[in-house]
């Protein structure tokens, strides 16, 4: 089978660090995405992992480990606009995606 | 670019009625995906086509669901007949050949009754 695992909910001060964790076990492995949705809203895409490493993009930065088949999006300095679900989604074949469950990150003021 | 369209943006039927949902992808994007978001299931795969071509249709639940794309700037998604777990929120996505992301259009609330 095919599963992505990711933990159901963080919540973190405004300002601070967070790293929301995934983890896959899929039959194959083309790359490592995330993607945002705000409540009500559509997933948007905030970044894409093939190779192992870090990338980073503004506040945001997606790190990939293949061999451990586990990545985590990093957001730092943290806003309120940050509230929202958070999804990993593992390309095992082709353009073919299977989503994580997300993470549903609140950020306190 | 308008980004991705669909429509309509909230439908309500009755069960075993025939529901069609409709997405414009954003001109010259080579891939188009059809999802379906529920509380229990999240965010599922359906079918997704490459160049108006069905490429992998396996998340598609059961014979009721279909989807065609007659052109590039075209797609629907058709379930007949309906049923109350039908209810979801299905999303028509969109990619650019080389690019890695997806852009998602607003999504079709469904509630079937």
């Known amino acids: 089978g095919q599963s992505l695992e990711q933990p159901s909910e963080v919540t973190a001060v405004e300002g601070a660090i967070v790293q929301m964790n995934c983890t896959y076990q899929t039959s194959g492995f083309y790359g490592l995405s995330w993607y945002q949705q705000h409540d009500g809203g559509a997933p948007t895409f905030l970044s894409y992992?093939?190779?192992?490493g870090l990338e980073e993009t503004g506040r945001f930065s997606s790190f990939l480990s293949r061999s451990d088949s586990y990545g985590y999006l990093l957001l730092q300095e943290l806003q309120m606009k940050d509230s929202a679900s958070y999804f990993c989604?593992?390309?095992?074949?082709?353009?073919?995606?299977?989503f994580g469950a997300g993470t549903r990150l609140f950020v306190k003021a | 670019d308008a980004g991705v369209i669909q429509s309509p943006r909230h439908e309500v039927t009755e069960m075993g009625q025939e529901v069609t949902l409709r997405c414009k992808p954003i001109s010259g994007h080579d891939y188009l995906f059809w999802y379906r978001q529920t509380m229990m299931r999240g965010l599922e795969l359906l079918i997704y086509?490459?160049?108006?071509?069905?490429?992998?249709d396996s998340g598609m639940p059961e014979d009721r669901f279909s989807a065609k794309m007659p052109n590039a700037s075209f797609s629907t998604l058709k379930i007949q007949p309906s049923e109350p777990r039908d209810s979801a929120v299905y999303f028509c996505?969109?990619?650019?050949?080389?690019?890695?992301?997806?852009?998602f259009g607003p999504g079709t609330r469904l509630t079937v009754t």
């Open positions: 989604a593992v390309r095992p074949q082709g353009f073919k995606t299977i």
């Open positions: 086509f490459n160049n108006n071509v069905p490429i992998d």
């Open positions: 996505a969109s990619r650019d050949k080389g690019a890695y992301e997806q852009y």
């Open positions: 992992n093939a190779l192992d």
